[in-house]
């Protein structure tokens, strides 16, 4: 690349969310918005941290207090075969903590499955799954050719190599959940890279940086600081830290910022099988050919989200606070 070249900026890459909010999401949902980089085409809601139709109703909050307007589809409702289970400890009975949110209870069954949101792009996009991989197995089931057309890149916040996981002793949360999901999208080798626990733990708040939220001017940074100080209390309780770990961003500041993340190709496999194995991902030489992320500079990420979202925690705002 000459010199000429490399002041070019880049068009925004086209993305499609598939997401679960949920704490972490909300904040990646916000990042995402908020940085010309992405143009973000449109968002699937699953099941995950909640239920969709709270999940749902989460979102229309998230892009009304962002005053976007943005098409939603309805990626997944429940898992493969596997009961409905959600995040109630670590999200809420709402799926936001303590932030204020109006009533759920609309209908979804018109809404468009993931399949559809991918068939209407003119151009091949990143998909960005941030939760179970349920909608995407459905869509690949449904519409393969389409799948494989559209999603040129894609990049899922989901299971764990060598870290612990959190959910059970060996499995992360969104592949514990529909680890039949996972298996068939692996199997389908699509440009799938993983972002999973092995980096995401890396990437935390501080309970120091929760608190100052609490008395920012931004009425949006305010309700999302009650959203996390409940996040904060399941990590306190559940993980023994004191700050919380806020996954999905990370796939989100590594489409913004290319070098957050290091990647290994590997071969991966996950576990279907019932008791604390379920939702294992692991290295198998039959596995599927993935790439997943080894390496990360977590700090790139925290301080894309400081600088676009969390504004009250840059360091120019210290001064100006009551
Ligand atoms: C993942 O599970 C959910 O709790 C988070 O939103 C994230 O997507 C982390 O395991
Ligand atoms: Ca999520």
Redesign the pocket.
Known sequence: MNAATAALPRAPIPVIIDT?P????TLALLLALRSPELDVRGIAISY??TTVENAHRNCVEILRRAGRRLTLGVSARRPLKRALAV?LE??GPTGLGLAPVPAPGVILDFVKPLDRLLADQAEPVTLVT??PVTGLALALRREPAVVRRTVKRHLA?IGNLRAAG??TRYA???AWCDPEALAEVLRAELPTELVG?DV?RKLLLTSGEIDRLARADDELERWLHAALRFYLDFHREHERLDGC?I??VLPIAELIAPDTLTFEPLRLAVDVEDGEPRGRTRVDPNGARVRMATGVRADVAHRLLVERVLTTLAPAAAGRER
């Open positions: 679960d949920g704490i972490d999401d995950g941290n995040a670590t999200h941030l939760g916040m959190n959910t992360e949360f969104n626990l995401t770990v996954n999905d």
